[in-house]
T-cell receptor, first 112, second 113 residues
Framework: DAGVTQSPTHLIKTRGQQVTLRCSPKSGHDTVSWYQQALGQGPQFIFQYYEEEERQRGNFPDRFSGHQFPNYSSELNVNALLLGDSALYLC???????????FGQGTRLTVV | EDQVTQSPEALRLQEGESSSLNCSYTVSGLRGLFWYRQDPGKGPEFLFTLYSAGEEKEKERLKATLTKKESFLHITAPKPEDSATYLCAVQPRHPGNTGKLIFGQGTTLQVKP
């Protein structure tokens, strides 16, 4: 049973560019959440998608947007990249309103 | 404001030396408290969910407990492979919260042989 998979694993972008990160949830899961984890910190909630709609959003600017597809996979888009956007981006999946969330291995984004 | 604080930030143990990690939380209502293990450069690995005060969960050398204000992760006779960062997270019971987790900053554990 495949767990949560994310792509790419590493990415280097230039300030001002745009980036798209991808996530496939664990089999049987229909809810995808995205988190940003800066070095040495705990993950910070960006937003959650369910039934192809953003269901909840954390304290992140509109430069961060997302999408969920009919097969439950999801994308995170970040526009106008800043140096401070450099972080490990984590995708977590769960089923419905179940509390347990399972994480992927993350995408390490470096903005130069 | 909902908040999670973990202590200590870092912990060094000798193999076999038991200890506990602390997670203190402030939340208006608790839907669940979670423990994750995270290896460097990897995503968090789910360990336990605790729902109510007095609840305990065990897995190999790890045991998690929960009170109304804090949780402990007890590590009995740790081995070097237990070295990792341990993250605690809470899910608040707010009407508008559909799954957001609030994490602490983690405790980095190093177990020396």
């Amino acid at each position: 049973d495949a767990g949560v998979t994310q792509s790419p694993t590493h990415l280097i972008k230039t300030r001002g560019q745009q980036v798209t990160l991808r996530c496939s949830p664990k089999s049987g899961h229909d809810t995808v959440s995205w988190y940003q984890q800066a070095l040495g910190q705990g993950p910070q909630f960006i937003f959650q998608y369910y039934e192809e709609e953003e269901r909840q959003r954390g304290n992140f600017p509109d430069r961060f947007s997302g999408h969920q597809f009919p097969n439950y996979s999801s994308e995170l888009n970040v526009n106008a990249l800043l140096l401070g956007d450099s972080a490990l981006y984590l995708c977590a999946s769960s089923f419905g309103r179940a509390t347990e969330a399972f994480f992927g291995q993350g995408t390490r984004l470096t903005v130069v | 404001e909902d908040q999670v604080t973990q202590s200590p930030e870092a912990l060094r143990l000798q193999e076999g030396e038991s200890s506990s990690l602390n997670c203190s939380y402030t939340v208006s209502g608790l839907r669940g408290l979670f423990w994750y293990r995270q290896d460097p450069g990897k995503g968090p690995e789910f360990l336990f969910t605790l729902y109510s005060a007095g609840e305990e969960k065990e897995k190999e050398r790890l045991k998690a407990t929960l009170t109304k204000k804090e949780s402990f992760l007890h590590i009995t006779a740790p081995k070097p492979e237990d070295s990792a960062t341990y993250l605690c997270a809470v899910q608040p019971r707010h009407p508008g919260n559909t799954g957001k987790l609030i994490f602490g900053q983690g405790t980095t554990l190093q177990v020396k042989p």
